[in-house]
């Protein structure tokens, strides 16, 4: 991993956006006092995370932004964006170029971003510890910062050396898993609290749990009891509705059939009324042609009766004529004989007229034969009453007589034609009469048969009636168990559940159901549900949540014991994971150190040692100890012997914390490194030996280096010039020596 580019925009003096390149080997950063330089190197820390703006060389966090000059405004933010080369895989993340940016604005707001993408600080710091570089370590290193690691206390140096030693990077995990240490104690003391203040409650809610726990089980035996005896009922319901229903489908039936049955014996009556009314016709017809002929016969009677009176009168005329003597006729005697037969006759006459059936007809006939019998005694009488009388004198003329005689020939075969109409009219009437006879026999029969199937068909009604009665009762029925289901039940999804049903059918059939049974096992763990009382529907609920609560409370606290447990064990590892690489690490750089100063000085004595702070055993364990270690430095040029570096004069100590930089250096080499004026204070001769062994590191890290130095330029594979126009903005020259 090496860094590649560095963009500068708003930055301090960069107002303008400035990009620079760096390649691989030695870049040194020139320019005049005040150009800007040292802003590079700023740059770089900034970016880093560096949060102390007195190491930025400021007093605000704002301070960072340009701020204008009376030619050029102040900018609104700043930004920086370092770009790293990852194809090593360094950092721990799958880009082979990651970018880290950091921006500022004026209105205090600030953000990071890593490949354009938001994060944390604590992201980018702990990404950039796994890689080896860190604002707080030794990449970055200046003049005072040199001079710092002399004037430092040891607990300060011991940050300098942890980063340079590579447990850093561990040192912060371990404080992660310190802190997880922290949260988890303090999370298994609440947890300890809350199981504290939970377990009584617990204990009471289970003893009304278990006590809703029986009532459960005999309301959950009740309902079961209840489900059977329900759907037995059920069943046995739908099965007599069924019964009723078949009946009632069956009798629907037969009410149709007979129905039809009467309508069609209703038609026939309806037929038989018709002709009967057909009759009525023709009987009243034929009983006006009777009547007509009973008038017209009546008359021809009336004057055969006058004709037989006249030739009677002539005959006796001529009798008495011929006849000397005669008795005398008792004339008042014959007159009211013939008054009484013609009232007779009359009454005989409209008898006829009212004739309508057969025995009428019979009973007119034989009054007839009483009239002609009474005309004939008559008859008698008179011819029994004669007296012949001789008459001399008197010669009759029976002309007349003759034609009386003719007349009532024609009369008698006139009467005799008619009477035998009449009687064929009689015979019409008979048969008429006989027919409608016959046809009200079948109308009688008819309606004799309506009435029977008119009863049976009430009879069907009835019975239907009944059953739809029954139908409705047992409607009613239905919707007092539905009712009553959902009472005791709380809903009627009982009728719905075929298994229950399919039992309640089979104990039908088999008759293994006992309703009385059932109901007084319903009434028996009635009594036990009301004996154990009211509960709380919520305290299943609450214990079970209480208890769920508890139960994930215990879970957790168990886990927060093992996490505790598994915390102290990865601190352990990492104690001595750290306590091993420090060692190891530190031994060599202080061998590196003493190296280097030996070379920088020619000879002397240089060492570091890790000391501890002076604390009884019982006070403090060496873990404790290895908290308060610190870092000391002694260092003796050649021909002097130290007992402090305060003794060290300017130029000792600037060679002196050079020689410790580069032994860091040369036992971790950082990615890249920054030198910002470290050789400021050095005459020509030492900047020479700072020069050489500048060149000899960066062969192991790329090196950033900002110098006055024309020896440390010589090392440089790029110059960046930096100067500063008239609106006091930096501005970038860059030279390649190979170009040169």
């Given at each position: 991993m090496y860094l590649k580019?560095?963009?500068?925009?708003?930055?301090?003096?960069?107002?303008?956006?400035?990009?620079?390149?760096?390649?691989?080997?030695?870049?040194?950063?020139?320019?005049?006092?005040?150009?800007?330089?040292?802003?590079?190197?700023?740059?770089?820390?900034?970016?880093?995370?560096?949060?102390?703006?007195?190491?930025?060389?400021?007093?605000?966090?704002?301070?960072?932004?340009?701020?204008?000059?009376?030619?050029?405004?102040?900018?609104?933010?700043?930004?920086?964006?370092?770009?790293?080369?990852?194809?090593?895989?360094?950092?721990?993340?799958?880009?082979?170029?990651?970018?880290?940016?950091?921006?500022?604005?004026?209105?205090?707001?600030?953000?990071?971003?890593?490949?354009?993408?938001?994060?944390?600080?604590?992201?980018?710091?702990?990404?950039?510890?796994?890689?080896?570089?860190?604002?707080?370590?030794?990449?970055?290193?200046?003049?005072?910062?040199?001079?710092?690691?002399?004037?430092?206390?040891?607990?300060?140096?011991?940050?300098?050396?942890?980063?340079?030693?590579?447990?850093?990077?561990?040192?912060?995990?371990?404080?992660?898993?310190?802190?997880?240490?922290?949260?988890?104690?303090?999370?298994?003391?609440?947890?300890?609290?809350?199981?504290?203040?939970?377990?009584?409650?617990?204990?009471?809610?289970?003893?009304?749990?278990?006590?809703?726990?029986?009532?459960?089980?005999?309301?959950?035996?009740?309902?079961?009891?209840?489900?059977?005896?329900?759907?037995?009922?059920?069943?046995?319901?739908?099965?007599?509705?069924?019964?009723?229903?078949?009946?009632?489908?069956?009798?629907?039936?037969?009410?149709?059939?007979?129905?039809?049955?009467?309508?069609?014996?209703?038609?026939?009556?309806?037929?038989?009324?018709?002709?009967?009314?057909?009759?009525?016709?023709?009987?009243?017809?034929?009983?006006?042609?009777?009547?007509?002929?009973?008038?017209?016969?009546?008359?021809?009677?009336?004057?055969?009766?006058?004709?037989?009176?006249?030739?009677?009168?002539?005959?006796?005329?001529?009798?008495?004529?011929?006849?000397?003597?005669?008795?005398?006729?008792?004339?008042?005697?014959?007159?009211?004989?013939?008054?009484?037969?013609?009232?007779?006759?009359?009454?005989?006459?409209?008898?006829?007229?009212?004739?309508?059936?057969?025995?009428?007809?019979?009973?007119?006939?034989?009054?007839?034969?009483?009239?002609?019998?009474?005309?004939?005694?008559?008859?008698?009488?008179?011819?029994?009453?004669?007296?012949?009388?001789?008459?001399?004198?008197?010669?009759?003329?029976?002309?007349?007589?003759?034609?009386?005689?003719?007349?009532?020939?024609?009369?008698?075969?006139?009467?005799?034609?008619?009477?035998?109409?009449?009687?064929?009219?009689k015979n019409r009437i008979y048969k008429l009469n006989k027919t409608e006879q016959d046809k009200r026999q079948v109308f009688f029969q008819l309606e004799k048969n309506l009435q029977i199937k008119q009863d049976e068909f009430n009879k069907f009604k009835d019975n239907l009636n009944q059953i739809n009665i029954e139908l409705a009762k047992f409607e009613v029925r239905k919707e007092d168990l539905i009712n009553e289901i959902k009472d005791e039940l709380g809903n009627d999804k009982v009728l719905e559940e075929d298994v229950i049903l399919r039992q309640a059918q089979d104990d039908i059939i088999n008759n293994n159901f006992n309703q009385e049974e059932s109901r007084l096992k319903i009434r028996k763990l009635k009594i036990q549900f009301d004996q154990i009382g009211g509960i709380d529907p919520l305290i299943m609920e609450e214990y079970e949540e209480t208890k769920k609560r508890f139960d994930f409370l215990s879970a957790q606290l168990n886990d927060l014991e093992q996490a505790s447990e598994s915390l102290r064990k990865v601190i352990e590892e990492l104690d001595e994971k750290i306590e091993v690489i420090f060692k190891s690490s530190f031994k060599k750089i202080s061998e590196e150190f003493n190296k280097y100063f030996k070379i920088i000085f020619g000879g002397g004595k240089a060492n570091l040692s890790v000391k501890y702070s002076d604390f009884k055993k019982e006070e403090v364990n060496e873990k404790e100890k290895q908290k308060i270690a610190g870092v000391e430095i002694s260092a003796s040029p050649p021909g002097k012997k130290i007992s402090s570096l305060d003794i060290l004069s300017g130029g000792e100590r600037a060679l002196t914390s050079v020689a410790i930089l580069f032994a860091i250096i040369s036992n971790n080499p950082p990615p890249f490194l920054v030198l910002d004026e470290i050789d400021a204070a050095l005459d020509e001769s030492n900047s020479e030996k700072i020069a050489k062994i500048s060149g000899e590191v960066a062969s192991k890290t790329q090196l950033i280096i900002i110098t006055h130095n024309r020896e440390m330029m010589k090392q440089a594979g790029v110059l960046y010039g930096v100067a500063m126009d008239n609106n006091s903005i930096s501005k970038i020259i860059s030279l390649k020596m190979d170009e040169v």
């Amino acid at each position: 991993m090496y860094l590649k580019k560095l963009e500068i925009s708003g930055f301090k003096s960069f107002a303008n956006k400035t990009v620079l390149d760096f390649p691989r080997g030695v870049t040194a950063v020139v320019g005049p006092n005040g150009s800007g330089k040292s802003n590079v190197a700023d740059a770089i820390k900034w970016v880093l995370g560096e949060q102390s703006m007195k190491s930025l060389r400021g007093k605000k966090s704002r301070d960072v932004i340009f701020t204008g000059s009376d030619k050029k405004a102040g900018m609104s933010s700043a930004s920086v964006s370092l770009h790293l080369d990852n194809c090593d895989k360094k950092i721990p993340l799958d880009y082979e170029d990651v970018i880290l940016t950091r921006k500022l604005f004026r209105n205090g707001d600030s953000e990071y971003l890593i490949n354009k993408s938001r994060a944390r600080l604590i992201d980018i710091v702990d990404l950039l510890a796994r890689s080896g570089v860190s604002q707080k370590g030794y990449c970055v290193i200046n003049q005072g910062m040199a001079d710092s690691i002399l004037t430092a206390t040891p607990a300060e140096r011991m940050v300098i050396f942890e980063e340079a030693t590579g447990v850093r990077k561990f040192q912060i995990k371990k404080q992660q898993s310190i802190n997880k240490l922290e949260a988890t104690t303090r999370n298994l003391e609440r947890v300890m609290d809350l199981l504290n203040e939970i377990e009584p409650r617990l204990n009471s809610l289970k003893r009304q749990a278990n006590k809703a726990q029986k009532r459960g089980a005999i309301e959950e035996s009740l309902k079961s009891e209840q489900k059977k005896l329900f759907a037995f009922i059920w069943t046995k319901l739908n099965n007599d509705n069924q019964k009723y229903g078949s009946e009632k489908e069956s009798l629907e039936k037969n009410i149709a059939e007979y129905s039809k049955e009467v309508d069609k014996i209703k038609n026939e009556l309806s037929q038989t009324e018709d002709n009967s009314d057909s009759y009525t016709k023709e009987f009243e017809q034929l009983q006006k042609e009777i009547d007509s002929l009973r008038e017209t016969i009546n008359e021809f009677q009336k004057n055969l009766s006058v004709t037989e009176g006249k030739i009677q009168i002539e005959e006796e005329k001529k009798n008495e004529l011929e006849k000397p003597e005669y008795l005398p006729i008792n004339l008042g005697y014959v007159k009211n004989k013939l008054s009484d037969l013609v009232s007779r006759y009359n009454a005989f006459f409209n008898l006829i007229r009212k004739i309508t059936t057969l025995d009428e007809l019979q009973s007119v006939q034989k009054k007839g034969l009483e009239v002609e019998k009474n005309i004939g005694d008559i008859l008698k009488e008179i011819e029994d009453g004669k007296i012949t009388l001789k008459n001399e004198k008197a010669v009759f003329d029976d002309r007349n007589l003759k034609n009386l005689k003719a007349e009532e020939v024609e009369l008698l075969n006139k009467i005799r034609e008619y009477e035998k109409e009449y009687e064929e009219f009689k015979n019409r009437i008979y048969k008429l009469n006989k027919t409608e006879q016959d046809k009200r026999q079948v109308f009688f029969q008819l309606e004799k048969n309506l009435q029977i199937k008119q009863d049976e068909f009430n009879k069907f009604k009835d019975n239907l009636n009944q059953i739809n009665i029954e139908l409705a009762k047992f409607e009613v029925r239905k919707e007092d168990l539905i009712n009553e289901i959902k009472d005791e039940l709380g809903n009627d999804k009982v009728l719905e559940e075929d298994v229950i049903l399919r039992q309640a059918q089979d104990d039908i059939i088999n008759n293994n159901f006992n309703q009385e049974e059932s109901r007084l096992k319903i009434r028996k763990l009635k009594i036990q549900f009301d004996q154990i009382g009211g509960i709380d529907p919520l305290i299943m609920e609450e214990y079970e949540e209480t208890k769920k609560r508890f139960d994930f409370l215990s879970a957790q606290l168990n886990d927060l014991e093992q996490a505790s447990e598994s915390l102290r064990k990865v601190i352990e590892e990492l104690d001595e994971k750290i306590e091993v690489i420090f060692k190891s690490s530190f031994k060599k750089i202080s061998e590196e150190f003493n190296k280097y100063f030996k070379i920088i000085f020619g000879g002397g004595k240089a060492n570091l040692s890790v000391k501890y702070s002076d604390f009884k055993k019982e006070e403090v364990n060496e873990k404790e100890k290895q908290k308060i270690a610190g870092v000391e430095i002694s260092a003796s040029p050649p021909g002097k012997k130290i007992s402090s570096l305060d003794i060290l004069s300017g130029g000792e100590r600037a060679l002196t914390s050079v020689a410790i930089l580069f032994a860091i250096i040369s036992n971790n080499p950082p990615p890249f490194l920054v030198l910002d004026e470290i050789d400021a204070a050095l005459d020509e001769s030492n900047s020479e030996k700072i020069a050489k062994i500048s060149g000899e590191v960066a062969s192991k890290t790329q090196l950033i280096i900002i110098t006055h130095n024309r020896e440390m330029m010589k090392q440089a594979g790029v110059l960046y010039g930096v100067a500063m126009d008239n609106n006091s903005i930096s501005k970038i020259i860059s030279l390649k020596m190979d170009e040169v």
